[in-house]
């Protein structure tokens, strides 16, 4: 049974590659996490589940068409019933999942049971088997109103950060030596130290105070594209929109575990990222990008 419900999430990815448009090597090696009748896509940051419902009738028999559109219907609910269960085990932060959130605030589960049970169905992914059962696929971004409503509440609204006036300071900017650039991201390689994905991690450095993470991120910007983009290619990571034409990249010496998402780095690449107060605008936008293993 687990060996047919792997080959049934290889086929689903291959679809999913394909759809979006040629399948590449970078693609297989995204970072998805499966679990019993889900997939957590953190490259795309997606959540996806399955429902299946079958037929009383045997599928040789014509079916009408209101029997497959129940047949149909049954399935979608299931789908969206084990997206809501995919859901609340992903990971926020080392200390929370989000059962932890709903266990504390039942409107927030009332609110995500909303969310998953209006989530749209993944069409291409449809599928009728041989013995008239029909398989369905559902889907939920993790970023917009997911992320508002299980962002930890100590990352919030920051105002805007204001613009260095003209004059000396402007002149000084534009004469600023290589070792106090001004950096547009950052892209951390956490390769080879056996690190997870979450919704809020956090980049410390070597004396575990914090470089990025709820403290820097702006609510606003949390919501609308994640705390942090994930990618198993360092190579794509450094030419990414995301953290635009000049990112600073890090080695991730470790993870702080057991939570194994808190990413230290050396306190000399900190300092790089303290020695200027422009480098807060990035970090406050969240224009931060982490390499991992493929999972």
């Not at 004059?167 to 997870?196: C, F, H, L, P, W």
């Amino acid at each position: 049974m687990k060996g047919q419900l792997y080959l049934t999430y290889l086929i689903i990815f291959s679809l999913l590659s394909i759809n979006a448009g040629a399948v590449r090597a970078s693609d297989i090696r995204s970072l998805i996490e499966f679990k019993e009748n889900g997939t957590i896509d953190w490259t795309k940051g997606i959540v996806a589940a399955r429902g299946l419902e079958d037929q009383t009738s045997y599928s040789y028999l014509k079916k009408s068409q209101g029997q497959n559109r129940q047949t149909i219907a049954a399935a979608m609910t299931k789908a969206r019933h084990n997206l809501l269960e995919t859901i609340v085990g992903i990971r926020i932060n080392a200390e929370n999942r989000v059962i932890d959130i709903v266990e504390n605030y039942p409107t927030v589960m009332s609110q995500l049971k909303a969310m998953t049970y209006q989530a749209p169905e993944i069409n291409d992914l449809r599928r009728h088997l041989y013995d008239g059962t029909v398989e369905v696929w559902s889907q939920l971004k993790l970023n917009g109103g997911f992320t508002q409503l299980i962002l930890p509440p100590e990352i919030r609204q920051i105002e805007s950060i204001k613009q260095l006036m003209p004059g000396k300071n402007t002149a000084s900017i534009r004469t600023r030596s290589r070792s106090s650039e001004i950096y547009t991201g950052m892209v951390v390689d956490a390769r080879g130290i056996q690190a997870i994905p979450v919704i809020a991690p956090r980049i410390l450095d070597e004396n575990l105070e914090e470089v990025f993470g709820p403290t820097y991120a702006s609510r606003e910007f949390a919501v609308q594209n994640g705390v942090a983009r994930y990618t198993t290619n360092i190579w794509k990571a450094k030419f990414d929109n995301r953290v635009g034409d000049n990112p600073i990249v890090v080695k991730a010496l470790k993870t702080k575990w057991p939570g194994r998402c808190d990413f230290i780095i050396s306190n000399a690449d900190a300092d790089k990222l303290r020695s200027a107060s422009e480098h807060l605008l990035f970090r406050r936008e969240c224009r931060v990008i982490i390499v991992l293993d493929p999972m």
